[in-house]
C-alpha cells in the first residue's frame, strides 16, 4: 500500500512518514500543494493522508481535484480545525476520515490500518494487514515492522488458512488436509509443527502474539496481540 503525506509541518510530516514506514506501508511526503500535485501525476496513491491548510491552498481543493481525477483514492483530513462545518465539507469532497490535531499517533495509525483493510477487501485484494505484519498473498511477499520477511510457500499457505479463519480454533486434522491438498504432497504432524514454529519465529517479536495454540485441538489466529 502506498501512502501520500501531504502536510507543511516538517517535524509532524516526518513523524508520520516514520511511523507508517515502520508499519511497513510504502510512505512518501509532500510538503506543499504543488509539491503534491506533481507527485500524483506521476504515481497512484491508496491513501493520502491531508493537511487542510497548506502554504499555497487548501487540502479541501486538493481534495476535489484528486477525487476528479482518480476518485478510488482514500483522503484522510488532518486539520487543527474540530469545527462540524469543516469536518462536514470533508466528508462532502470525498474524505474517508478526519483527525483533529493534535492526535496520538497510535490512534492514527489505527485509523490508517483499518481504511487501507477495508480498502483491500473492498477490492477483492488478496492481503493481510494489521498496521504491523502486511502480507501479499498474491505476490508472495511480506513486511514486519516495514522489514522485509521471507516465508517458505508451505508457510504461506499455512498463514493464508490461519489469516482467513481468524478467531477460529483450526484443529491439526484440518490443517493437515488443506496443506496437504494444497501441496499435493503429504504433510505430517512434524512438518505442521515445525512451520508453526518457525512462523511464530519471524512474526512474534517486540511483544506481539499471532498464533495462540489450543490445547488438545490445534491453533487459532488472534491477529497481532500484545502479551
Same mark, same amino acid.
Given at each position: 500500500?502506498?501512502?501520500?503525506?501531504?502536510?507543511?509541518?516538517?517535524?509532524?510530516?516526518?513523524?508520520?512518514?516514520?511511523?507508517?514506514?515502520?508499519?511497513?506501508?510504502?510512505?512518501?511526503?509532500?510538503?506543499?500543494?504543488?509539491?503534491?500535485?506533481?507527485?500524483?501525476?506521476?504515481?497512484?496513491?491508496?491513501?493520502?493522508?491531508?493537511?487542510?491548510?497548506?502554504?499555497?491552498?487548501?487540502?479541501?481543493?486538493?481534495?476535489?481535484?484528486?477525487?476528479?481525477?482518480?476518485?478510488?483514492?482514500?483522503?484522510?483530513?488532518?486539520?487543527?480545525?474540530?469545527?462540524?462545518?469543516?469536518?462536514?465539507?470533508?466528508?462532502?469532497?470525498?474524505?474517508?476520515?478526519?483527525?483533529?490535531?493534535?492526535?496520538?499517533?497510535?490512534?492514527?495509525?489505527?485509523?490508517?490500518?483499518?481504511?487501507?483493510?477495508?480498502?483491500?477487501?473492498?477490492?477483492?485484494?488478496?492481503?493481510?494487514?494489521?498496521?504491523?505484519?502486511?502480507?501479499?498473498?498474491?505476490? %508472495?511477499?511480506?513486511?514486519?515492522?516495514? #522489514? +522485509?520477511? /521471507?516465508?517458505?510457500? &508451505?508457510?504461506?499457505? !499455512?498463514?493464508? %488458512?490461519?489469516?482467513?479463519?481468524?478467531? #477460529? +480454533?483450526? /484443529?491439526?486434522?484440518? &490443517?493437515?488436509?488443506? !496443506?496437504?491438498?494444497?501441496?499435493?504432497?503429504?504433510?505430517?504432524?512434524?512438518?505442521?509443527?515445525?512451520?508453526?514454529?518457525?512462523?511464530?519465529?519471524?512474526?512474534?517479536?517486540?511483544?506481539?502474539?499471532?498464533?495462540?495454540?489450543?490445547?488438545?485441538?490445534?491453533?487459532?489466529?488472534?491477529?497481532?496481540?500484545?502479551?
Amino acid at each position: 500500500m502506498r501512502i501520500l503525506v501531504v502536510e507543511d509541518d516538517r517535524l509532524l510530516n516526518s513523524t508520520l512518514c516514520y511511523n507508517l514506514t515502520t508499519a511497513g506501508y510504502l510512505v512518501e511526503a509532500a510538503l506543499t500543494k504543488a509539491n503534491a500535485i506533481g507527485q500524483t501525476e506521476k504515481q497512484n496513491y491508496e491513501l493520502i493522508v491531508l493537511d487542510v491548510n497548506l502554504p499555497d491552498g487548501n487540502g479541501f481543493d486538493f481534495c476535489r481535484e484528486i477525487k476528479e481525477r482518480r476518485p478510488d483514492t482514500a483522503v484522510i483530513f488532518l486539520t487543527a480545525n474540530d469545527m462540524e462545518s469543516d469536518m462536514l465539507k470533508g466528508f462532502e469532497l470525498g474524505a474517508d476520515d478526519y483527525v483533529t490535531k493534535p492526535f496520538p499517533i497510535s490512534v492514527f495509525q489505527k485509523k490508517v490500518s483499518a481504511l487501507l483493510s477495508r480498502i483491500t477487501r473492498q477490492s477483492g485484494g488478496d492481503f493481510y494487514d494489521d498496521g504491523n505484519l502486511l502480507i501479499n498473498f498474491s505476490e %508472495l511477499t511480506a513486511a514486519l515492522a516495514g #522489514q +522485509v520477511v /521471507t516465508f517458505t510457500p &508451505l508457510e504461506y499457505r !499455512l498463514l493464508k %488458512l490461519l489469516t482467513s479463519n481468524s478467531k #477460529q +480454533v483450526l /484443529t491439526r486434522g484440518q &490443517l493437515l488436509e488443506k !496443506l496437504w491438498d494444497a501441496e499435493e504432497n503429504y504433510v505430517d504432524e512434524h512438518a505442521l509443527t515445525s512451520a508453526i514454529s518457525r512462523i511464530r519465529g519471524k512474526i512474534e517479536v517486540n511483544g506481539y502474539q499471532y498464533i495462540k495454540t489450543v490445547y488438545g485441538m490445534g491453533y487459532m489466529w488472534i491477529g497481532g496481540l500484545k502479551k
